[in-house]
Nanobody, 124 residues
């Protein structure tokens, strides 16, 4: 399984961005897909996760109501729609896969497959 993340950029506070994560190789029907982010000097943190069949999602509190994770099974792609971006959302965003998982976890080490990261910078 290989993951490639796209869609980062430089935006102003209040703007929107949509990140995409293209998944190639075997797409395990029970995998959990997630987005993490890491700001300079900070630990990598969970942002949002979705079961591959889309029946459950999970968000960190600070992005609830602003970010939406979704997936297109036909295209093997996971999206993160980010609205009303804030300067504190500035980070490198990574997509990740927890293969053959039944439940969404926020734990970084549970995810064994990672994309290369895409930079999101939000100016005030």
């Amino acid at each position: 399984v290989q993951l490639q993340a796209f869609g980062g950029g430089l935006v102003r506070a209040g703007d929107s961005l949509r990140l995409s994560c293209q998944v190639s190789g075997r797409a395990f029907s029970r995998s959990v897909m997630a987005w993490f982010r890491q700001a300079p000097g900070q630990e990598r943190e969970f942002v949002a996760g979705i079961r591959w069949n889309g029946d459950a999602t999970l968000y960190r509190d600070s992005v609830k109501g602003r970010f939406t994770i979704s997936r297109d099974s036909a295209e093997n792609t996971v999206y993160l729609q980010m609205n009303n971006l804030k300067p504190e959302d500035t980070a490198v965003y990574y997509c990740a896969a927890d293969l053959a998982a039944r439940f969404i976890t926020r734990t970084v080490c549970a995810y064994t497959q990672w994309g290369q990261g895409t930079q999101v910078t939000v100016s005030s």
